[in-house]
């Protein structure tokens, strides 16, 4: 299986790609290929054809949440590829209208209808094998006391604006031969969250790997214990990004296997 990072907040020294505040993952595993999130616009598209990656062969999209940071480049997909027949799975209300504290739309630019004509759409709580390898881990169970309890401005939900407490946010999970490895958005339900959920669908399997977006955006209570909880875990590479404040990584440094990540990353799992 092969990983390559699309879209991030960085680039990766002397390779000459687009970096912008957003993620997109390409995932290959066998036949199947799986675009994680489309980033803000097209540069997911323009960083891969530097690449000389063919992204017109990707099979499924799958949406870690709705925010605009990891759906707005679908447009920009569909236009590329329109001849192109791909699965797209995300949770249900992925598509739901957002506006942060200020009132700005921070929701999907397309509407789940808007998609459905393109693809053929699945929405799922549960979980949902993507792949010989790659499970979509569908939505998460808020287990931990100490993550996800903060709205993110609001959405609109049977007929009403209310708090966000991002219900569609979802992550990857990858069988590897060494154990598995989690590929994240931005963690919106908690990256302790997730692992438990991964966990609880794979018992007995360990967590070797992390790669995404954590959603700590400062070194707090919930950076502490999310700390506390990845010591626990047999890491043998973190690699935090998108949303994980320096500050909290240079923490988790001290303690975990951290490394860097950034546009052009491929790793083999």
Sequence with gaps: MKLTVLVDNATIIDRYFLAEPAVSYLLEDGGARILLDTGYSDVFLKNARAMGIDLSRVTDIVLSHGHNDHTGGLAAYFAAFPQTHVRLTACPGVFAPRRDDAGLSIGSPLTQEDVRVRAEVRLSDEPVRLSEHVTFLGKIPRRTDFEARAPIGVRFEDGEWAGDLLP????????????????????????CNIILQAQALFPGVPVRGLL????????DAQAEKTIEF??????????????????????????????????GMTLEL
Excluded: K, N, W
Aim: aromatic share 4%.
């Design 168 to 191: 569609d946010d979802s992550a990857l999970a990858i069988e590897t031969a060494e154990g598995l490895f989690l590929l994240l958005g931005c963690s919106h339900s908690g990256v």
């Design 230 to 263: 990845l010591q626990t875990l047999p890491l043998t590479a973190l690699y935090p990004s998108h949303c994980t404040a320096f500050a909290v990584r240079a923490q988790m440094a001290q303690t975990l296997p951290v490394l860097d990540v950034g546009v």
């Design 212 to 219: 995404g977006g954590m959603h700590l955006m400062r070194r």
